[in-house]
């Protein structure tokens, strides 16, 4: 079946400009993770979704950053008024349900580059 | 969540038997031990999970001791293909709230040499 998924797969954007990344979970997910991670680290949380609320959002770094599961399936992750220090690989996840005996699968990632 | 430490990079052989040891000292009575793989590029995959005592499935197999404040990812007989970096991982039960996120370390980087 279908995996999770994530468009753009890249996204070239200027300091200071508004981006929205995409995330479509697999179907039947009630849990939905995003992650970011630079150049030689591991995957860094950010915020995830039981249904369409946040129930964690502690790892979101400041208030530019925001992300919304409407639906309960798809999310997206904005960030407002991008900085250089944004530039990493954005990873979305999903799982049947939350909690740390459930498998997460992972999207391919959107490259986000903040020139 | 415990913080699990491994080692930054192993190196190894196609057809040998590998071995990554995480500790993870301070885990909890109900939390889970992970392993993800992540290839360049790609998103981190599930390999293997448990709580206690030894998991095998089709790829590897997890070795847990009694006190659970380390475990050890075992990869037989590798390929150039098992090249990639190996996270230890451990994870909550849900209850309720903040238990759901997992937490990453930098990972081991393993590379198998022809």
């Known amino acids: 079946g279908a995996g999770v998924s994530q468009t753009p797969s890249n996204k070239v954007t200027e300091k200071g400009k508004y981006v929205e990344l995409r995330c479509d979970p697999i179907?039947?997910?009630?849990?939905l993770y995003w992650y970011r991670q630079s150049l030689g680290q591991g995957p860094e949380f950010l915020i995830y979704?039981?249904?369409?609320?946040?129930?964690?959002d502690s790892g979101l770094p400041n208030d530019r950053f925001f992300a919304v599961r409407p639906e309960g399936s798809v999310s997206t992750l904005k960030i407002q008024r991008t900085e250089r220090g944004d530039s990493a690989v954005y990873l979305c996840?999903?799982?049947?349900?939350?909690?740390?005996?459930?498998?997460?699968?992972f999207g391919p990632g959107t490259r986000l580059t903040v020139t | 969540l415990a913080k699990t430490t491994q080692p930054i990079s192993m190196d190894s052989y196609e057809g040998q038997e590998v071995n990554i040891t995480c500790s993870h000292n301070?885990?909890?009575?109900?939390?889970?031990i992970t392993w993800y793989q992540q290839f360049p590029s790609q998103g981190p995959r599930f390999i293997i999970q448990?709580?206690?005592t030894k998991v095998t499935n089709e790829v590897a197999s997890l070795f847990i001791p009694a006190d659970r404040k380390s475990s050890t990812l075992s990869l037989p007989r590798v390929s150039l293909s098992d090249t990639a970096v190996y996270y230890c991982?451990?994870?909550?039960?849900?209850?309720?709230?903040?238990?759901?996120?997992?937490?990453f370390g930098k990972g081991t980087k393993l590379s198998v040499k022809p």
């Open positions: 996840a999903s799982s049947l349900s939350p909690g740390g005996d459930y498998e997460q699968y």
């Open positions: 179907s039947g997910h009630t849990a």
């Open positions: 979704f039981q249904g369409t609320g946040a129930a964690d």
């Open positions: 301070n885990i909890a009575t109900n939390d889970y």
């Open positions: 448990g709580y206690k």
């Open positions: 991982l451990v994870g909550r039960l849900y209850y309720g709230g903040s238990q759901g996120n997992l937490i």
